[in-house]
T-cell receptor
């Protein structure tokens, strides 16, 4: 149980284009999903917290107009990187919080999406 | 400023030995603590969670928590080469958020 998927696993795009990443909880309903970014040999950095049906909460320094997050259902959240630039190249990982089992704040991670912007 | 301190390593142990991974955190309000394992190029995988002071055992893994000392550790018994990875300590910081340390890189030598 507690499986989270992400799609695509890897994407290469040209500078200036937009990229959408999907995060799905496959066998549970996630009231909260999280988006992280990880640069090589660095720690996970939380970008935003997403609750179903409401606006995402962005961490300080993360541009909400550049990183659009939509959490349309209890099993799906999307992150769109708009007007991507090479410095946005990173490993983007989502996680989903499994409500009520065993504790409300257990996060399960998707496999990640490696974005390369040329 | 929330902080999580982990020895970045690398920590090398021979196969079959006990690996001891340590973590200190600054947020006294943290009530939940998680250990994740991350293989190179992969996303984190939950190993254990701990909420109460003391020890919690799950198979070869034992998590230890001392809230008064703001210290949490992970012991891996009978270490295997497949345990070689980066181990991330993540205290909960409120509102279901986790704050990750930079991790300790463990290498188990066959």
């Amino acid at each position: 149980g507690a499986v989270v998927s992400q799609h695509p696993s890897r994407v290469i795009c040209k500078s200036g284009t937009s990229v959408k990443i999907e995060c799905r909880s496959l066998d549970f309903q996630a009231t909260t999903m999280f988006w992280y970014r990880q640069f090589p040999k660095k720690s996970l950095m939380l970008m935003a917290t997403s609750n179903e049906g409401s606006k995402a909460t962005y961490e300080q320094g993360v541009e909400k107009d550049k990183f659009l997050i939509n959490h349309a259902s209890l099993t799906l959240s999307t992150l769109t990187v708009t007007s991507a630039h090479p410095e946005d190249s990173s490993f983007y990982i989502c996680s989903a919080s499994l409500s009520g089992y065993p504790f409300t704040d257990t996060q399960y991670f998707g496999p990640g999406t490696r974005l390369t912007v040329l | 400023q929330k902080e999580v301190e982990q020895n970045s390593g690398p920590l090398s142990v021979p196969e079959g030995a006990i690996a001891s991974l340590n973590c200190t955190y600054s947020d006294r309000g943290s009530q939940s603590f998680f250990w994740y394992r991350q293989y190179s190029g992969k996303s984190p995988e939950l190993i254990m969670s701990i909420y109460s002071n003391g020890d919690k055992e799950d198979g070869r893994f034992t998590a230890q928590l001392n809230k008064a000392s703001q210290y949490v550790s992970l012991l891996i018994r009978d270490s295997q080469p497949s345990d070689s990875a980066t181990y991330l300590c993540a205290p909960e910081t409120g509102a279901n958020n986790l704050f990750f340390g930079t991790g300790t890189r463990l290498t188990v030598i066959p």
